[in-house]
């Protein structure tokens, strides 16, 4: 008997359902074992009252992509908890909030204000922004209210296992539907991944090589120079989060030059990425004068560490 599937994206960027898509003939092969009965907003034509109709616990399987930003996205996910036997929090948004996330270091009124005010393309003069309730002629307009910071799901609903990525490569995805397919999952509230660092999976690691890793005497930022494609990017000073994000990628970022910046998730079972990262990147400077010159260049160190995993930081707390 098919398992019966259901995706629902709230408030991501629909990338984590391109990453479904990009399975492409592994994904027809899936789909002799997966009946998709729900798949909204982006590829089936279904509304959202469908889900709300169907009975509870109908569902095996629910994948959550993106994070809560507003009471549409609230009310939807605890429809899916409600209508789904296991719910996976599928992406970087679900499970740690994202890029998006990084908006909790600010007040909804100035992301207003430089959306709908500020921005050079905005032509609004009067200063109007998004309301829940508006008044056009003799109708009453609604939109979801904004909620004042952005959660992971978790926050809203209990959730049963985590997926990294932003997005999720397809290789990883084709593993993680072989594992529900064939019931060979971990316990509940872990993630499912294959438990190594972006560094293990990454020809440039020094270890690999049979080469002696060596302390950062210098901090770079990406524009700055061209990184040697051979050596690891952490030994050139470029501040590479590989050693401590999941590499359910397989260094696909390091590969083309560009550092690790952390959308994989922490390596289980730690979940404040920036508290590890600043770890990690700590024992690893020469001197205190590398240090002085880290902060320099990353005044706003926040952004930097916790670029898809602010909204579960400790520091909000």
């Not at 479904?20 to 997966?34: F, G, N, P, Q, Y």
């Not at 999941?246 to 730690?270: E, F, M, S, Y």
């Amino acid at each position: 008997m098919a398992l019966k599937l259901a995706y629902l994206l709230v408030g991501g960027c629909g990338g984590c359902d391109m990453a479904i898509v990009d399975l492409s003939e592994k994904l027809v092969d899936a789909l002799e074992h997966l009946e998709i009965v729900f798949w909204a907003p982006t590829v089936a034509d279904v509304k959202y009252k469908d889900l709300e109709a169907m009975p509870d616990q109908s569902i095996d399987l629910g994948l959550i992509s993106g994070m809560v930003r507003n009471k549409e996205n609230e009310h939807l996910v605890k429809v899916m908890r409600q209508k789904c036997k296991v719910i996976v929090a599928f992406g970087a948004c679900a499970s740690l909030g994202g890029i998006p996330g990084m908006a909790n270091l600010h007040e909804n009124r100035e992301l207003f204000e430089n959306a709908y005010v500020k921005c050079m393309s905005a032509d609004n003069p009067d200063g109007v922004t998004p309301q829940p309730v508006s008044k056009e002629g003799d109708f009453e307009l609604t939109l979801p209210a904004f909620l004042d910071k952005v959660r992971p799901i978790d926050e809203i609903i209990d959730v049963d296992y985590y997926v990294g990525g932003c997005p999720p490569h397809h290789d990883h995805v084709a593993r993680i539907v072989e594992a529900i397919v064939t019931g060979n999952l971990p316990p509940k509230g872990s993630w499912l991944t294959m438990g190594k660092a972006v560094c293990d999976v990454c020809p440039r690691n020094p270890a690999l090589k049979g080469e002696k890793r060596e302390y950062v005497k210098e901090v770079k930022r990406m524009h700055e120079g061209i990184p040697d494609e051979e050596t690891c990017l952490l030994q050139q000073g470029y501040l590479c989060l590989g050693p401590i994000t999941q590499g359910d990628c397989g260094a696909l970022c390091t590969k083309v030059n560009i550092r690790c910046a952390g959308c994989g998730g922490p390596i289980p079972p730690t979940w404040d990425f920036g508290l590890r990262a600043i770890s990690a990147i700590g024992a690893i400077l020469d001197n205190e004068n590398v240090v002085d010159e880290l902060l320099k260049k990353y005044p706003n160190l926040t952004k930097m560490l916790y670029r898809y995993s602010l909204p579960k930081a400790l520091l909000k707390k």
